[in-house]
């Protein structure tokens, strides 16, 4: 699998939580909150259900909290709402399902930017549960009023065509982000190696135009600072072949040939450019 397919689904399960809705509604007013669905127990499905809505007595349930009440019977479920903290949410969980609740939701107890999704057991666990901020516990607990369907839980494993959409956007986003930038890096390392109809090296005919002679030592021998090739770092002998660049600096004819025809166009000591006198 490529690098960029596996950015790709990074991304999308990044910006992809596991997450639906809660609403709590009446004849004269309706919320909705995100929630996430806890990592244990059955998950909500089809058109999702819903029930009354009434808070734990203890409202952190971690100790027994008091039966549901009420009637029960088919299409008649009961929601509870419990406080986040001093136990773990598998133990809230189990407790609602003991006093006779059909879901739990857990509410947070600090303000906090994300939603947690609750882990525990499965094992033994028979109602779906789900988690929802400090903000939107406070909304449910102020206005439930313990009536039949008031509050309702999602799947969530339904899309809204506005999630898809935005899910399909960050997809193409990211597509073309990754090409780009590909695109870009090839361009530049292009133009690095001078893909611009001028190779990094001369042409031999070019390099055999250049000045060349023989060397031919000084005459005094108190010489004691003989001159040297700097390519191959060898002193000149008499009789030598030099190479003479345009600017002035001069070498071993086979040493500055190969340079200028293999590895670059320029003067190895003063940079100067070589094929600017072509």
Not at 213 to 238: H, V
Request: net charge neutral; with cysteine.
């Amino acid at each position: 699998m490529s690098p960029c397919v596996l950015l790709l689904l990074f991304l999308v399960a990044a910006l992809r939580p596991c997450a639906a809705l809660v609403r709590l509604r009446s004849n004269s007013f309706s919320f909705t909150f995100l929630d996430a669905p806890a990592r244990f127990g059955p998950r909500v499905g089809g058109d999702g259900i819903c029930g009354s809505l009434r808070t734990a007595e203890p409202v952190d349930a971690c100790e027994p909290i008091k039966d549901r009440g009420g009637r029960r019977g088919a299409g008649r479920k009961a929601f509870v709402m419990i406080a986040r903290g001093n136990c773990s949410f598998e133990g809230k969980v189990r407790a609602a399902q003991k006093a006779g609740f059909d879901a739990a939701v857990v509410y947070d107890d600090e303000e906090k930017a994300s939603l947690y999704s609750m882990v525990g057991d499965s094992e033994g666990v028979h109602i779906p549960a789900i988690f929802i901020s400090k903000m939107a516990g406070e909304t449910l607990k102020k206005f439930a009023r313990g009536e039949d369907d008031e509050c309702c839980i999602n799947s969530s494993m339904d899309e809204t065509a506005g999630t898809v959409l935005v899910m399909s956007f960050v997809s193409l986003v990211v597509i073309i982000s990754v090409l780009a930038a590909f695109l870009f890096a090839r361009n530049c390392r292009l133009l690095r190696h001078g893909v611009d109809n001028h190779p990094p090296y001369l042409k031999k005919h070019v390099v055999e135009k250049l000045q060349c002679s023989a060397y031919s030592g000084p005459c005094s021998s108190e010489d004691i600072f003989p001159e040297a090739c700097a390519i191959c770092l060898e002193d000149y002998n008499n009789g030598d072949m030099i190479r003479h660049l345009p600017c002035k600096h001069e070498f071993h004819k086979t040493c500055i040939d190969s340079w200028l025809t293999k590895w670059g166009t320029f003067c190895p000591i003063c940079k100067l450019e070589v094929r600017s006198s072509e």
